[in-house]
């Protein structure tokens, strides 16, 4: 509900800002536009998420954040079967995950940028794997420790295992059309929180396995938590990686077909100009796009021939 009333204060008071122009259109991906309708927005929006990369980027992220509705689910229930009060659970419940969280959060961002400048875009991916492995052993510690070292234990793994917000969500966005990322980043979350949301009711069937196999009522609870708490930050980190194997090949695709369209739109548009500027002239102004591929990218060549037998000749290389 008072997301709800948010949302409408959001309405009626925000107003997105005039876009200035830049005296460049945004290259449009496979003929979309802004003047394309739902249809074709909605089928590139598919095919963009049909591909490896944003289909593993998709189910890591859904498992990951699995993992923290887990835990947010069985906090309280785990910390009262060890003898906490609410009173006590409060004391430190009520500030960790969002001071901790958010720090974890911007501290993700940042850390990305910074080695994304000197190593490339896929170092990003592996900011994802290592910090999720090393926030496994704190979340594990959150259950293994004894209070109040097992509230500590919860620090690290919320800055260290909260960094993957931004940078998958950074990573998505490279991997998406410019003319679909916003409809693209709500799928993503559409996708990510309908998983995660659900994979707490898997809590007690695995607590009532480990009971029927002989623990005790704390440690049936304790080992469904190993399982989908740590136990889901090293299966996402897993699923980062593999992620990472195909990431390459996607990021060329949407380089390529990207830099063909502008400079495809680059050569139509020197060819009205020409043909604009000289009109009376016998000799023609043609501009043709040539695509040639290699083994490594696609080399896109834009040519005018111009008056006189001159030529103007571009060439872009998409890796």
């Not at 991906?29 to 929006?45: A, N, Q």
């Not at 919860?154 to 800055?159: F, K, M, N």
């Not at 990021?251 to 739109?265: K, M, P, Y």
């Amino acid at each position: 509900m008072p997301g709800i009333v948010l949302g409408v204060v959001i309405f009626v008071t925000v107003r997105e800002p005039s876009r200035l122009s830049t005296g460049e259109s945004e290259p449009s991906y496979r003929g979309t536009s802004d003047s394309d309708g739902w249809g074709t927005r909605l089928w590139v929006v598919v095919t963009a998420f049909v591909r490896p990369s944003t289909l593993l980027l998709c189910l890591a992220g859904s498992v990951r954040n699995a993992a923290g509705y887990v835990w947010a689910y069985n906090t309280q229930p785990y910390f009262e079967s060890v003898g906490q009060t609410p009173l006590e659970i409060a004391k430190y419940m009520s500030w960790l995950p969002l001071v901790a969280g958010s720090i974890g959060v911007v501290f993700g961002g940042c850390i990305s940028d910074q080695v994304v400048k000197r190593r490339g875009l896929y170092t990003r991916v592996w900011v994802l794997v290592i910090s999720q492995l090393v926030a496994a052993p704190f979340a594990a510690g959150a259950l293994f420790l004894n209070v109040p070292w097992s509230y500590l234990s919860l620090i690290p793994t919320y800055i260290i295992g909260e960094m993957w917000v931004a940078v998958t969500l950074t990573v998505l966005v490279e991997l998406l059309p410019a003319s679909v990322r916003t409809s693209g980043v709500a799928t993503y979350f559409f996708i990510i929180s309908n998983v995660g949301g659900n994979m707490p009711l898997l809590v007690p069937p695995l607590q009532t396995a480990f009971t029927n196999a002989g623990y005790s009522q704390i440690d049936s609870l304790r080992g469904a938590l190993y399982v989908l708490y740590p136990g889901l930050y090293v299966a996402g980190s897993i699923l980062f990686l593999i992620t990472l194997l195909s990431l390459r090949r996607d990021v060329a695709h949407v380089a390529r077909t990207t830099d063909f369209v502008r400079l495809s739109q680059s050569a139509s548009s020197l060819a009205s100009d020409d043909s604009a500027a000289a009109p009376d002239v016998g000799h023609s102004s043609v501009a043709t796009a040539t695509v040639s591929d290699h083994e490594e990218g696609l080399i896109v060549t834009a040519m005018d021939n111009g008056m006189g037998g001159d030529e103007g000749r571009g060439v872009g290389w998409a890796q």
